[in-house]
Each structure stands twice: as C-alpha cells, then as structure tokens.
C-alpha cells in the first residue's frame, strides 16, 4: 500500500493491493477521493494549511473504515508494503505545518523522499530526477549487455532486440516527463544514443543520423507525439 501527501493542493493517496467495489464511495463518505490501477487502489485528499488537522482527521477516519471494510471480507491491509510521502516545492514544504505520519492497521508509516507507483519513481518536490536516474542506470546496464553480444547479431537483429529490451524502458510512462527540467532529457537523450552506437557501431553519421536509420524518435519527440495538441 502507498500513502502520497500532495502540498498545493497536498494529496494524500492510499493503494492497497485490493480492489475496493465500486459502491465503497470515498469522496461522498470522507471527502476523500479514490482511484484504481488493477489491483492497486489509491485514496487521496487534498491538505492546506489552515485546515490541516480537520483533514488528516478526514483522511484517519477514512482509513479504520478501509481497515474494517478489509477485516470483514477477510482481507487485511500489509503495513509493511505501505509508504507515505508529502509533495510540494521546496518553499512550501520548508514553510509548511508539520505533518504527523499516517498509521496503518497500528504501524506508523513514515514519510519518504520518494515513491515508486507503476513503475514511476516520484521524488517529494516532482522532479522526477530520482526517476531519471532510475532509469538511466536500468538502460546503461541493458546497453552494456546488449554490447557483450552484438558481435553475433546483424544489424536487424540488435536494432530489435534494443527496441524490445531498451527502447521499450524509455517510452514507458515517457509522457510523464514533459515539463522535467532539461538535465533530465538530456540525460535519457544520452542513454539513448549511446544504445544506437552499439546497435550501429560502424554507422559513420552522429546520433541524430543513428536514430533517423533505426526509425528511431529522439527522446523528447518520443513522448511530444503522446501530448493532445
């Protein structure tokens, strides 16, 4: 289960590997509103400042009733895969009130740094650098595994396995980054040139030419083409 503190407005989500039926009305109940990915379910509030205590009470009450929901259809929620974070600049956070960890089936949840949801690590100020950086090592080792073998593999080949095992990774969720502060482009825009010397390493033009002969979009076109115009 995660816990999110969002700070303007704060956002407080809740995801439990369970699936909540669709008459268990948070938002009309608590004020609390809730969302669904498969199996996971996320309950999230909004916080401010001058009403802060009068919604963590909110979001307390929502939880003994998730937790009682849970015990009587014999399921119970796992403290131990529970995190909790606060979001929000740097600014507002330093300024803002204290907030008291969350407590789940009576083990206090800490408040993190970082979350990781689907697959998308979130940093406490969302500036996906964490993610980035995640990523980048995940595509580095790839790439370098991918190199070990190339020597036995046509340029057909790596150009598909890279796609496959690779390329993949970086349009996953990519949309996501639009708006990241461009050190993170450019870091991703890196591994993935650096994937395109090793699936063409006798190609004699720069990467931009690389990518064009592998059909491959530059990284920040790859989820601009994601983005309703």
């Keep these: 289960m995660y816990i999110l503190i969002q700070h303007y407005p704060h956002i407080v989500v809740i995801s439990q590997r369970n699936v909540l039926p669709s008459s268990y009305n948070t938002n009309l109940k608590f004020g609390v509103n809730s969302q669904q ?3 996971d379910t996320q309950i999230y509030i ?3 400042a001058s009403d802060l205590a009068a919604e963590l009470s909110r979001l307390s ?5 998730l937790q009682n929901w849970f015990c009587h259809t014999g399921l119970a929620l ?3 895969k ?5 979001f929000g600049t740097r600014q507002r956070l330093h300024g803002f009130p204290t907030v008291s960890s969350p407590t789940i089936s009576g083990s206090t949840i800490q408040i993190s740094d970082s979350i990781k949801i689907l697959g998308v690590t979130l940093d406490n100020h969302l500036t996906l650098k964490q993610h980035t950086q995640s990523l980048c090592r995940n595509i580095h080792f790839h790439t370098r595994v991918l190199r070990h073998i190339r020597p036995a593999l046509t340029n057909s080949m790596a150009a598909i396995v890279a796609a496959s095992v690779v390329q993949s990774r970086l349009d996953y969720a990519n949309a996501f980054l639009y708006g990241t502060p461009a050190s993170n482009i450019h870091k991703l825009q890196c ?8 699936v063409l390493p006798h190609h004699p033009g720069s990467a931009s030419s690389r990518l064009t002969h592998l059909h491959w979009l530059r990284y ?6 994601k983005l309703p115009s």
């Design 61 to 65: 009450s929502c939880l003994s009733t």
């Design 37 to 39: 990915y498969a199996d």
């Design 220 to 225: 920040t076109g790859g989820f601009s083409t």
């Design 191 to 198: 591994a993935q040139n650096s994937l395109s010397r090793v």
């Design 46 to 48: 909004a916080l401010t």
């Design 82 to 86: 529970s995190d909790s974070i606060l």
């Design 78 to 80: 796992n403290s131990s």
